[in-house]
């Protein structure tokens, strides 16, 4: 009897393990962690529907079938599942279990008191106040705990330690967004990016939310033109020299160019699809964390008016100081 106990156990913990092998650590911050939210104010409650219906949900993500307003961004969330995944998952969520995540609390939490402002992201470190007291050029003696980042004399590591960096944010479509520091910086992640990286050409769940079709219904802050534009000079090699944008620039001898120049400004070319160029938006974009900084900001942007703290127009600038 012992045996047939311990068998049926053993076969009960191989289809638990396999029924939530797949993570949903990074469906909560949309759909709660008992999948009890409407996402984004505009999906199912998917705790409400059955196992079955969610499983071809997931599947019709997938090959284009369904979806709504939600279609472009889920389509990215399963793009590496399988039918096997899906299954799990389905399974995962009617389990009543919820995310295994401490995540999924938090998210929650903050994105109840997010705001619809703009945070001014440089307010807390350009006060005057801060700035004065950090100015060692208007102190009569400065001490070594001072000269440095480390806050700590130069004979002891025992006091050194790094500031903890806590990345956690609200879930996307429910963070408050970031003021660009100057006109045309590449604005700063104020959602969590928990589940959406690493970002590949193949997989990119960032397009689902921002690109300008979708961005508005998202309330998410649209791609530029300018990601959607060709800078780079059309180049070739023909008859041994290398010719750009139909200008000779070089001369092939042997494995080598000659004396290659090159042309200021390439003709841009508007494309109808995001450049792979910018396919890659964590190498510019970068997640903030909630951290004390070392030290007081004095920078000082020029230009930077209420519309440029949230828009880009770098489509127009992109060749100022070059023509």
């Not at 911050?29 to 998917?46: L, N």
Request: charged share 25%; glycine share 8%; hydrophobic share 35%.
């Amino acid at each position: 009897m012992k045996k047939v106990v311990k068998i049926v156990a053993l076969g009960t913990l191989l289809a638990s393990s396999s029924a939530y092998a797949v993570s949903t650590a990074a469906c909560a911050g949309c759909h709660g962690q008992y999948f009890e939210k409407v996402a984004m104010g505009k999906s199912k409650v998917v705790k409400n529907m059955s196992e079955a219906d969610i499983f071809m949900a997931l599947k019709g993500y997938k090959d284009g079938s369904y979806g709504g307003d939600m279609k472009s961004l889920m389509t990215g969330q399963v793009a590496n599942l399988s039918e096997d995944d899906m299954k799990s998952i389905a399974a995962s969520i009617k389990g009543g279990i919820g995310v295994t995540t401490d995540k999924a609390t938090e998210h929650a939490a903050a994105a109840a008191v997010a705001q619809a402002a703009v945070i001014d992201i440089n307010k807390d470190v350009c006060i005057p106040e801060r700035l004065n007291k950090e100015d060692l050029g208007n102190k009569k003696e400065v001490s070594e705990s001072t000269l440095g980042l480390r806050k700590a004399d130069l004979y002891t590591e025992e006091t050194v330690k790094p500031n903890a960096a806590d990345f956690d944010r609200p879930a996307p479509g429910s963070s408050t967004k970031f003021e660009r520091a100057y006109v045309n910086a590449p604005p700063m992640i104020p959602h969590s990016v928990e589940g959406l990286l690493p970002i590949t050409q193949n997989n990119n769940q960032c397009l689902g939310c921002h690109m300008p079709e979708s961005a508005k219904a998202m309330g998410a802050t649209p791609i530029p033109v300018s990601h959607f534009t060709n800078y780079r000079p059309t180049t070739e090699l023909k008859d041994g020299e290398l010719v750009k944008e139909g200008k000779k620039v070089g001369i092939q001898k042997g494995d080598e160019l000659g004396n290659v120049g090159d042309i200021k400004i390439a003709k841009p070319k508007k494309l109808d699809h995001l450049y792979q160029g910018r396919f890659n938006c964590s190498q510019c974009h970068a997640p903030q964390a909630k951290i004390d900084t070392a030290v007081g900001n004095t920078f000082q942007a020029d230009g930077l008016n209420d519309t440029l703290k949230s828009h880009s127009n770098l489509s127009d600038a992109m060749n100022e100081g070059v023509e």
